[in-house]
Every structure is written in C-alpha cells, then in structure tokens.
Nanobody, 120 residues
Framework: QVQLVESGGGLVQAGGSLRLSCAAS????????MRWYRQAPGKQRELVAA???????NYIDAVKGRFTITRDNAQNTVYLQMNSQKPEDAAIYFC??????????????WGQGTQVTVSS
C-alpha cells in the first residue's frame, strides 16, 4: 500500500508564490515519474508539470517560467514551486506518481489534492 499526500495549498495573492509538497509513503521500492495535475471547478483535469526519475522536467505553456517541479528522492517527495500566481491558477492540485512497490510491479498512485486559491 502506497499513499501520496499533498500539502502547502492555501490562499495566495495574485503575483505571489506558493510551494506545494507531495510526500509518498508506504511500501515503496522506487519512484519513477511524478506529476502535478490541477482541476478548477467545472473544468477538466489538466497536467501541469512532470518530472522523471532522472530529473527531466516538462511544463504546460500556461505555467512555463512561473512554476518549477523538483523532487527529493531521499524524502520520497515532489514539490511544485508556483511563482507569479494568477487567478486562473486557482484549482485543486493533485500529485500523481508511477511507483514501484517491488522489483516487478509498478502502479499509478494519486493524492487527495490540495486547494489553491488566488485572490486578485
């Protein structure tokens, strides 16, 4: 059993910054790719950023230059640093990870999400 728990959400002013964390725990053999998604009310879930086990990153155009995804493998944690926040960044942010629970089995796990509200 593996759990992903997001934290760091809250209220931030437009133009401000916030850092989200996602900590994985449980029977973890290794963690491969990790991703951050977000979903605003009435909107479809969208991928925001991704990071491979080797540290390669990808971002959607809407957040390039403003958001940074990083990981701390020793702590089984992935972060999303969000700078220059805009009202349209408001959403529930979810982390998603490809996690190996043994040498031969890998599954996709999701956290419960953390709310980010941006005031204008």
């Amino acid at each position: 059993q593996v759990q992903l728990v997001e934290s760091g959400g809250g209220l931030v002013q437009a133009g401000g910054s916030l850092r989200l964390s996602c900590a994985a725990s449980g029977s973890i053999y290794s963690i491969n790719a990790m991703r951050w998604y977000r979903q605003a009310p009435g909107k479809q879930r969208e991928l925001v950023a991704a990071i491979t086990s080797g540290g390669s990153t990808n971002y959607i155009d809407a957040v390039k230059g403003r958001f940074t995804i990083t990981r701390d493998n020793a702590q089984n944690t992935v972060y999303l640093q969000m700078n220059s926040q805009k009202p349209e960044d408001a959403a529930i942010y979810f982390c998603d990870g490809d996690i190996r629970v043994s040498a031969n089995y890998e599954y996709d796990y999701w956290g419960q999400g953390t709310q980010v509200t941006v005031s204008s």
